[in-house]
């Protein structure tokens, strides 16, 4: 079993709605928590990271953090063409040294 | 702010040949990672430096993959000898470590994408 797993998609929504994202977890050592979207042929970029459980906001993007349920998700409102790439969670321990463990990555295509 | 450069952008290589692949990770940033990133798959770390020694190497194959930092610096990744499966997207990370709280944000440069054939 991962220690991330993540749906692959591809998830194909109309501009405009909302892209509801999530991951679920194995390790409950884990303490940071991130979002990352790839463009093709793209390194991946920092989107919104978290570090307890709870909702963040930024924007249209909303990430939420269940650590009791080891569950995480990411909101996308109003979701625009330009939105459309591979989203990833992350997440890690300090005490790894901060090694960065990825889930497979969930494919949105956002349609005009 | 410059960002992480990586070269080749692309490379076609015969399996059993050697390639090796290069990193300038942003100014001052102490740790610097190689992650292999399969299509269709997240990134996987293959090493972590800290400045100019390893971190982490436990999921590097070290029969046939070798990574270096020898100033702090910039850093190759080399695979000799090449095989089928090792065709994907290397990527380069690095992030800061200085300040409270420890900086998280790791910044990734846009890969090499090998293809053995």
């Known amino acids: 079993q991962k220690e991330v797993e993540q749906d692959p998609g591809p998830l194909s929504v109309p501009e405009g709605a909302i892209v509801s994202l999530n991951c679920t977890y194995s390790?409950?050592?884990?303490?940071?928590f991130m979002w990352y979207r790839q463009y093709s042929r793209k390194g991946p970029e920092l989107l919104m990271y978290?570090?307890?459980?709870g909702n963040k906001e930024d924007g249209r993007f909303t990430a939420q953090v269940d650590k009791s349920s080891k569950y995480i998700s990411l909101f996308i409102r109003d979701s625009q063409p330009s939105d459309s790439a591979t989203y990833l969670c992350?997440?890690?321990?300090?005490?790894?040294?901060?090694?960065?463990?990825f889930g497979g990555g969930t494919r949105v295509l956002v349609k005009p | 702010e410059a960002g992480v450069a990586q070269s080749p952008r692309y490379k076609i290589i015969e399996k059993r040949q050697s390639v090796a692949f290069w990193c300038n990770p942003i100014?001052?940033?102490?740790?610097l990672y190689w992650y292999q990133q399969i299509l269709g798959q997240g990134p996987k770390l293959l090493i972590q430096?800290?400045?100019?020694?390893?971190?982490?190497d436990s999921q590097l194959p070290k029969d046939r993959f070798s990574a270096e930092r020898l100033k702090g610096v910039d850093s190759t990744l080399k695979i000799q000898p090449a095989k089928l499966e090792d065709s994907a997207v290397y990527l380069c990370?690095?992030?800061?470590?200085?300040?409270?709280?420890?900086?998280?944000?790791?910044?990734f440069g846009q890969g090499t994408r090998l293809t053995v054939v």
């Open positions: 990370a690095s992030r800061t470590t200085r300040g409270p709280p420890m900086n998280t944000e790791a910044f």
């Open positions: 390790n409950s050592a884990f303490q940071y």
């Open positions: 978290t570090y307890s459980s």
């Open positions: 992350a997440m890690n321990r300090a005490a790894a040294g901060n090694k960065l463990t």
């Open positions: 100014s001052g940033h102490a740790t």
């Open positions: 430096f800290q400045n100019n020694g390893v971190v982490d």
